[in-house]
Protein backbone atom coordinates (compact mmCIF):
# COMPACT_ATOMS: atom_id res chain seq x y z
CA UNK A 1 0.00 0.00 0.00
CA UNK A 2 1.07 3.38 -1.05
CA UNK A 3 2.21 5.14 2.40
CA UNK A 4 0.99 8.54 1.48
CA UNK A 5 -2.68 7.28 1.38
CA UNK A 6 -2.78 6.88 5.24
CA UNK A 7 -3.88 9.08 7.23
CA UNK A 8 -1.01 10.80 9.43
CA UNK A 9 -2.18 12.22 12.81
CA UNK A 10 -1.99 16.06 12.22
CA UNK A 11 0.45 16.39 15.58
CA UNK A 12 3.15 14.64 13.60
CA UNK A 13 3.32 16.96 10.90
CA UNK A 14 5.11 20.09 10.96
CA UNK A 15 3.30 23.17 10.72
CA UNK A 16 5.35 24.43 8.16
CA UNK A 17 5.66 22.20 5.44
CA UNK A 18 2.72 19.84 6.59
CA UNK A 19 5.14 16.75 6.17
CA UNK A 20 6.24 14.10 8.85
CA UNK A 21 8.19 15.04 11.02
CA UNK A 22 12.05 13.31 11.46
CA UNK A 23 13.43 15.30 14.02
CA UNK A 24 10.94 17.51 15.90
CA UNK A 25 12.36 20.31 17.97
CA UNK A 26 10.73 22.96 20.11
CA UNK A 27 10.91 26.62 20.10
CA UNK A 28 10.95 28.76 23.55
CA UNK A 29 7.48 29.53 22.26
CA UNK A 30 6.31 26.25 22.91
CA UNK A 31 5.64 25.46 19.57
CA UNK A 32 7.07 22.23 17.60
CA UNK A 33 8.18 21.89 14.49
CA UNK A 34 10.83 19.43 12.01
CA UNK A 35 14.17 20.99 12.70
CA UNK A 36 15.16 21.04 8.63
CA UNK A 37 11.70 23.45 8.07
CA UNK A 38 12.02 25.84 11.04
CA UNK A 39 16.09 26.45 10.64
CA UNK A 40 15.05 27.48 6.96
CA UNK A 41 12.35 29.48 8.40
CA UNK A 42 14.56 31.43 11.25
CA UNK A 43 18.33 31.22 9.31
CA UNK A 44 17.68 30.67 5.28
CA UNK A 45 14.27 33.10 5.50
CA UNK A 46 15.42 35.25 8.24
CA UNK A 47 12.24 34.75 9.97
CA UNK A 48 12.19 36.80 13.92
CA UNK A 49 8.60 35.23 15.04
CA UNK A 50 7.52 31.78 15.27
CA UNK A 51 5.32 31.08 12.30
CA UNK A 52 2.50 29.14 14.66
CA UNK A 53 2.07 31.69 17.39
CA UNK A 54 3.77 35.27 15.46
CA UNK A 55 5.69 35.60 18.93
CA UNK A 56 8.87 37.20 18.45
CA UNK A 57 11.52 34.86 19.18
CA UNK A 58 13.88 36.22 21.97
CA UNK A 59 16.27 33.21 20.99
CA UNK A 60 17.13 30.72 18.52
CA UNK A 61 17.71 27.79 20.63
CA UNK A 62 15.93 24.36 19.82
CA UNK A 63 15.27 21.97 22.24
CA UNK A 64 14.68 18.31 20.83
CA UNK A 65 11.33 16.95 21.27
CA UNK A 66 12.63 12.93 22.77
CA UNK A 67 8.80 11.82 23.20
CA UNK A 68 6.94 12.74 20.04
CA UNK A 69 10.36 11.79 17.98
CA UNK A 70 9.42 8.19 20.13
CA UNK A 71 5.76 8.62 19.33
CA UNK A 72 6.46 9.12 15.19
CA UNK A 73 8.74 6.32 15.08
CA UNK A 74 6.38 4.04 16.61
CA UNK A 75 3.47 5.00 14.63
CA UNK A 76 6.36 3.94 11.50
CA UNK A 77 7.18 0.50 12.93
CA UNK A 78 3.10 0.20 13.70
CA UNK A 79 2.74 0.99 9.83
CA UNK A 80 5.22 -0.12 8.06
CA UNK A 81 3.31 -3.14 6.44
CA UNK A 82 1.49 -0.79 4.35
CA UNK A 83 4.84 0.97 2.83
CA UNK A 84 5.68 3.28 5.83
CA UNK A 85 9.34 4.04 6.60
CA UNK A 86 10.59 4.12 10.19
CA UNK A 87 12.73 7.46 10.66
CA UNK A 88 16.03 6.90 11.73
CA UNK A 89 17.24 8.24 14.89
CA UNK A 90 18.95 12.37 14.27
CA UNK A 91 22.25 12.56 15.69
CA UNK A 92 22.70 14.92 18.40
CA UNK A 93 23.67 18.39 17.80
CA UNK A 94 26.56 19.73 17.34
CA UNK A 95 28.46 21.67 20.71
CA UNK A 96 31.76 23.54 21.08
CA UNK A 97 33.60 20.26 23.19
CA UNK A 98 32.87 18.00 19.84
CA UNK A 99 33.63 20.68 17.58
CA UNK A 100 37.36 21.06 18.98
CA UNK A 101 37.72 17.93 18.93
CA UNK A 102 37.34 17.67 15.44
CA UNK A 103 39.74 20.23 15.38
CA UNK A 104 42.10 18.64 17.06
CA UNK A 105 42.18 15.47 15.16
CA UNK A 106 42.87 17.37 12.22
CA UNK A 107 46.58 18.16 13.48
CA UNK A 108 46.42 14.38 13.18
CA UNK A 109 44.15 12.50 11.04
CA UNK A 110 43.67 15.33 8.88
CA UNK A 111 41.31 13.45 6.03
CA UNK A 112 39.31 11.31 7.88
CA UNK A 113 38.65 14.42 10.67
CA UNK A 114 38.11 16.63 7.33
CA UNK A 115 35.08 14.23 6.06
CA UNK A 116 33.78 13.66 10.18
CA UNK A 117 33.53 17.87 10.01
CA UNK A 118 31.37 18.15 6.65
CA UNK A 119 29.27 14.99 7.33
CA UNK A 120 28.34 17.32 10.99
CA UNK A 121 27.66 20.47 9.18
CA UNK A 122 25.64 18.41 6.96
CA UNK A 123 22.93 17.65 9.32
CA UNK A 124 21.83 21.11 10.24
CA UNK A 125 21.43 25.22 9.60
CA UNK A 126 22.41 25.34 13.71
CA UNK A 127 25.82 22.98 13.07
CA UNK A 128 26.81 25.01 10.06
CA UNK A 129 26.35 28.06 11.91
CA UNK A 130 28.39 27.02 14.91
CA UNK A 131 31.09 25.98 12.66
CA UNK A 132 30.95 29.06 10.83
CA UNK A 133 31.70 30.49 14.07
CA UNK A 134 33.95 28.93 15.52
CA UNK A 135 38.11 28.61 14.63
CA UNK A 136 37.16 26.31 11.73
CA UNK A 137 36.88 28.70 8.92
CA UNK A 138 40.53 29.87 9.39
CA UNK A 139 41.99 25.85 9.90
CA UNK A 140 39.92 24.76 6.58
CA UNK A 141 41.45 28.04 4.63
CA UNK A 142 45.01 26.65 6.06
CA UNK A 143 44.28 23.46 4.47
CA UNK A 144 43.14 25.01 1.24
CA UNK A 145 46.41 27.34 1.53
CA UNK A 146 48.46 23.89 0.91
CA UNK A 147 47.09 23.39 -2.31
CA UNK A 148 49.48 23.65 -4.74
CA UNK A 149 50.86 22.59 -8.53
CA UNK A 150 51.80 18.87 -7.91
CA UNK A 151 50.51 18.28 -4.78
CA UNK A 152 50.19 14.79 -3.52
CA UNK A 153 46.30 13.34 -3.85
CA UNK A 154 46.31 12.96 -0.31
CA UNK A 155 46.94 17.36 -0.15
CA UNK A 156 43.92 17.49 -2.89
CA UNK A 157 41.62 15.36 -1.54
CA UNK A 158 42.17 17.17 1.87
CA UNK A 159 41.79 21.01 -0.12
CA UNK A 160 38.60 19.51 -1.78
CA UNK A 161 37.07 18.38 1.15
CA UNK A 162 37.90 21.86 2.88
CA UNK A 163 36.52 23.94 0.05
CA UNK A 164 32.91 21.76 0.46
CA UNK A 165 32.83 22.59 3.59
CA UNK A 166 33.78 26.77 3.47
CA UNK A 167 31.58 26.63 0.73
CA UNK A 168 28.34 25.52 2.85
CA UNK A 169 29.15 27.48 5.76
CA UNK A 170 27.45 31.05 6.17
CA UNK A 171 30.53 32.37 6.40
CA UNK A 172 31.30 35.56 8.97
CA UNK A 173 33.14 38.78 7.17
CA UNK A 174 36.40 38.09 8.74
CA UNK A 175 36.69 34.46 7.49
CA UNK A 176 35.87 36.14 3.69
CA UNK A 177 38.26 38.48 3.98
CA UNK A 178 40.75 35.59 4.80
CA UNK A 179 39.59 34.17 2.07
CA UNK A 180 40.18 36.94 -0.24
CA UNK A 181 44.18 37.05 0.64
CA UNK A 182 47.19 36.36 -2.14
CA UNK A 183 47.71 33.02 -0.56
CA UNK A 184 44.50 31.48 -0.62
CA UNK A 185 43.49 32.78 -3.91
CA UNK A 186 46.48 31.69 -5.28
CA UNK A 187 45.75 28.57 -3.86
CA UNK A 188 41.90 28.71 -5.42
CA UNK A 189 43.50 29.79 -8.85
CA UNK A 190 45.40 26.28 -8.72
CA UNK A 191 42.28 24.74 -7.96
CA UNK A 192 40.17 26.09 -10.42
CA UNK A 193 42.64 25.03 -13.14
CA UNK A 194 43.65 21.92 -12.00
CA UNK A 195 40.86 20.64 -9.21
CA UNK A 196 38.21 17.87 -9.47
CA UNK A 197 35.14 19.22 -11.08
CA UNK A 198 33.93 19.19 -7.15
CA UNK A 199 36.82 21.32 -6.17
CA UNK A 200 36.53 23.79 -9.05
CA UNK A 201 32.71 23.92 -8.63
CA UNK A 202 33.20 24.97 -4.63
CA UNK A 203 35.88 27.17 -5.65
CA UNK A 204 34.23 29.15 -8.03
CA UNK A 205 31.29 29.60 -5.75
CA UNK A 206 33.32 30.29 -2.94
CA UNK A 207 35.07 33.17 -4.76
CA UNK A 208 31.79 34.54 -6.21
CA UNK A 209 30.48 34.60 -2.02
CA UNK A 210 33.46 36.71 -1.26
CA UNK A 211 33.29 39.35 -4.15
CA UNK A 212 29.91 39.80 -3.15
CA UNK A 213 30.64 40.97 0.25
CA UNK A 214 33.54 43.03 -0.74
CA UNK A 215 35.38 43.11 -3.94
CA UNK A 216 38.23 45.47 -2.98
CA UNK A 217 40.20 43.31 -1.44
CA UNK A 218 39.80 40.13 -3.79
CA UNK A 219 40.53 42.64 -6.66
CA UNK A 220 44.14 43.68 -5.38
CA UNK A 221 44.52 40.21 -5.53
CA UNK A 222 43.25 39.09 -8.19
CA UNK A 223 46.66 37.97 -10.60
CA UNK A 224 47.09 36.32 -13.97
CA UNK A 225 46.55 33.23 -12.50
CA UNK A 226 43.04 33.78 -11.33
CA UNK A 227 41.85 35.03 -14.16
CA UNK A 228 43.04 32.42 -16.61
CA UNK A 229 41.72 30.04 -13.93
CA UNK A 230 38.01 31.41 -14.25
CA UNK A 231 38.70 31.11 -17.89
CA UNK A 232 39.11 27.58 -17.70
CA UNK A 233 35.62 27.52 -15.87
CA UNK A 234 34.35 28.63 -19.03
CA UNK A 235 36.29 26.59 -21.55
CA UNK A 236 36.03 23.77 -19.63
CA UNK A 237 31.77 24.26 -18.65
CA UNK A 238 32.08 22.55 -15.25
CA UNK A 239 28.77 23.30 -14.35
CA UNK A 240 25.80 26.17 -15.29
CA UNK A 241 26.31 27.62 -11.64
CA UNK A 242 30.29 27.87 -11.86
CA UNK A 243 30.11 29.43 -15.30
CA UNK A 244 27.98 32.32 -13.82
CA UNK A 245 30.44 32.81 -10.79
CA UNK A 246 32.73 32.99 -12.88
CA UNK A 247 31.77 35.75 -15.31
CA UNK A 248 29.84 37.53 -12.46
CA UNK A 249 33.85 37.57 -11.09
CA UNK A 250 35.32 38.73 -14.20
CA UNK A 251 33.03 40.69 -15.04
CA UNK A 252 33.44 42.80 -11.47
CA UNK A 253 37.19 42.43 -11.61
CA UNK A 254 37.50 43.93 -15.62
CA UNK A 255 35.39 46.63 -13.99
CA UNK A 256 37.07 47.77 -11.36
CA UNK A 257 39.90 49.74 -13.25
CA UNK A 258 41.33 49.62 -16.57
CA UNK A 259 44.64 48.08 -15.49
CA UNK A 260 42.24 45.22 -14.54
CA UNK A 261 40.43 45.34 -16.99
CA UNK A 262 43.80 44.91 -19.82
CA UNK A 263 44.44 41.95 -17.46
CA UNK A 264 41.30 40.38 -18.10
CA UNK A 265 41.52 40.86 -22.11
CA UNK A 266 45.54 39.76 -22.07
CA UNK A 267 45.04 36.40 -20.31
CA UNK A 268 42.87 36.30 -23.56
CA UNK A 269 39.17 36.25 -22.47
CA UNK A 270 37.53 37.83 -25.57
CA UNK A 271 38.22 34.32 -27.41
CA UNK A 272 37.13 32.43 -24.63
CA UNK A 273 33.90 34.37 -24.93
CA UNK A 274 33.49 34.97 -28.52
CA UNK A 275 33.85 30.51 -28.32
CA UNK A 276 31.31 30.32 -25.79
CA UNK A 277 28.54 32.53 -26.83
CA UNK A 278 27.75 30.34 -29.67
CA UNK A 279 26.48 27.39 -26.87
CA UNK A 280 24.39 29.54 -24.80
CA UNK A 281 20.82 28.57 -25.85
CA UNK A 282 17.82 30.91 -24.97
CA UNK A 283 17.06 28.52 -22.17
CA UNK A 284 20.42 29.68 -20.90
CA UNK A 285 19.92 33.28 -20.77
CA UNK A 286 20.88 34.21 -17.42
CA UNK A 287 24.70 33.12 -18.80
CA UNK A 288 24.38 34.51 -22.43
CA UNK A 289 23.73 37.94 -20.73
CA UNK A 290 26.64 37.92 -18.23
CA UNK A 291 28.92 36.64 -21.36
CA UNK A 292 27.69 40.03 -23.68
CA UNK A 293 28.11 42.13 -20.31
CA UNK A 294 31.35 41.37 -19.72
CA UNK A 295 32.21 41.54 -23.85
CA UNK A 296 30.88 45.01 -23.35
CA UNK A 297 33.47 45.98 -20.80
CA UNK A 298 36.22 44.49 -22.49
CA UNK A 299 35.16 46.41 -25.11
CA UNK A 300 35.64 49.79 -23.53
CA UNK A 301 39.23 49.45 -24.37
CA UNK A 302 41.47 49.70 -27.28
CA UNK A 303 42.94 46.24 -27.10
CA UNK A 304 39.58 44.52 -25.93
CA UNK A 305 37.65 46.02 -29.13
CA UNK A 306 40.73 44.57 -31.21
CA UNK A 307 40.25 41.34 -29.98
CA UNK A 308 36.61 40.83 -30.66
CA UNK A 309 37.54 42.70 -34.32
CA UNK A 310 40.52 40.03 -35.39
CA UNK A 311 38.64 37.51 -34.23
CA UNK A 312 36.85 35.48 -37.17
CA UNK A 313 33.81 34.74 -35.20
CA UNK A 314 33.67 37.93 -33.13
CA UNK A 315 31.45 40.04 -35.35
CA UNK A 316 29.18 37.41 -36.66
CA UNK A 317 28.79 35.82 -32.73
CA UNK A 318 27.79 39.33 -31.18
CA UNK A 319 25.17 40.15 -34.22
CA UNK A 320 23.39 36.94 -34.23
CA UNK A 321 22.45 38.05 -30.27
CA UNK A 322 20.60 40.90 -30.83
CA UNK A 323 16.62 40.10 -30.59
CA UNK A 324 17.41 35.97 -29.79
CA UNK A 325 17.88 35.94 -26.12
CA UNK A 326 16.72 38.96 -24.01
CA UNK A 327 16.18 42.49 -24.18
CA UNK A 328 19.45 42.95 -21.63
CA UNK A 329 21.41 40.51 -24.23
CA UNK A 330 19.90 42.97 -27.42
CA UNK A 331 21.18 46.08 -25.76
CA UNK A 332 24.91 44.52 -24.76
CA UNK A 333 25.27 43.39 -28.14
CA UNK A 334 24.29 46.66 -29.93
CA UNK A 335 26.57 48.55 -27.71
CA UNK A 336 29.19 46.00 -28.18
CA UNK A 337 28.47 47.05 -32.09
CA UNK A 338 28.50 50.88 -31.38
CA UNK A 339 31.76 50.61 -29.27
CA UNK A 340 33.36 49.07 -32.93
CA UNK A 341 31.52 51.54 -34.90
CA UNK A 342 32.45 54.46 -32.63
CA UNK A 343 36.22 53.74 -32.06
CA UNK A 344 37.32 51.05 -34.42
CA UNK A 345 35.95 51.76 -37.91
CA UNK A 346 37.92 50.51 -40.09
CA UNK A 347 37.24 49.38 -43.48
CA UNK A 348 37.03 45.70 -42.64
CA UNK A 349 34.88 45.87 -39.78
CA UNK A 350 32.42 48.35 -41.74
CA UNK A 351 32.22 46.28 -44.83
CA UNK A 352 31.85 42.70 -42.55
CA UNK A 353 28.82 44.21 -40.71
CA UNK A 354 27.21 44.44 -43.59
CA UNK A 355 27.87 41.46 -45.78
CA UNK A 356 26.96 38.90 -42.11
CA UNK A 357 23.65 41.07 -42.39
CA UNK A 358 24.00 42.94 -38.81
CA UNK A 359 23.17 46.42 -40.71
CA UNK A 360 19.75 44.65 -41.73
CA UNK A 361 19.15 43.73 -37.75
CA UNK A 362 19.69 47.57 -37.19
CA UNK A 363 17.49 48.48 -39.07
CA UNK A 364 14.74 46.08 -37.86
CA UNK A 365 15.46 47.03 -34.40
CA UNK A 366 14.32 50.48 -34.74
CA UNK A 367 11.00 49.22 -35.97
CA UNK A 368 11.05 46.87 -32.67
CA UNK A 369 10.18 48.00 -29.07
CA UNK A 370 13.64 48.59 -27.48
CA UNK A 371 14.98 51.18 -25.09
CA UNK A 372 15.45 55.11 -26.39
CA UNK A 373 19.28 54.49 -25.45
CA UNK A 374 19.70 51.17 -27.76
CA UNK A 375 17.83 52.75 -30.22
CA UNK A 376 20.08 55.94 -30.38
CA UNK A 377 23.09 54.18 -30.16
CA UNK A 378 22.01 52.35 -33.48
CA UNK A 379 20.52 55.47 -35.24
CA UNK A 380 24.07 56.96 -34.96
CA UNK A 381 25.83 53.56 -36.44
CA UNK A 382 23.72 53.75 -39.32
CA UNK A 383 24.16 57.81 -40.00
CA UNK A 384 27.85 57.07 -39.49
CA UNK A 385 28.43 54.11 -41.87
CA UNK A 386 25.16 53.17 -43.64
CA UNK A 387 23.11 56.21 -44.35
CA UNK A 388 23.43 55.58 -48.18
CA UNK A 389 22.38 51.79 -48.03
CA UNK A 390 19.84 50.54 -49.98
CA UNK A 391 18.68 48.33 -46.77
CA UNK A 392 18.07 51.45 -44.48
CA UNK A 393 16.78 53.69 -47.10
CA UNK A 394 13.32 53.08 -45.41
CA UNK A 395 14.28 53.84 -41.59
CA UNK A 396 13.64 57.13 -40.32
CA UNK A 397 17.50 58.42 -39.06
CA UNK A 398 16.04 61.38 -37.13
CA UNK A 399 16.46 61.94 -33.86
Known amino acids: ?3 TKIEIPSYFLCPISMQLMKDPVTLCTGATYDRHSIEK ?16 LPNTELTPNHTLRRLIQQWCVLNSSAGVQRISTPRPPLDADRLNKLLLDMESFQLKALKKLRSVASDSESNRRLIASSAAPAALISVIESYEEGCC ?9 ALGILYSLPLLEESLDSVATSKCVASLASILKRGTSNARFHAAMLLQTVSRKGLGRLVMNANGDLI ?3 LEVLTDAVCHKATVAALEMLTAIASDSRRSRMKVVQAGS ?5 ESLPDQTPERKSSCERMLCLLDVLC ?3 EGRAALASHAMGIPVVSKKIMRVSNLATEKAVRIMWLLCKFAPCKRVIDEMLQIGAVTKLCLLLQCECTAKTKSKVKE ?3 LHWKSTSCISFVNLRE
Open 1 to 3: MDS
Open 41 to 56: WMFTLENKSCPLTKQP
Open 153 to 161: YEVATACEE
Open 228 to 230: EGL
Open 270 to 274: VSVLI
Open 300 to 302: ECA
Open 381 to 383: MLK
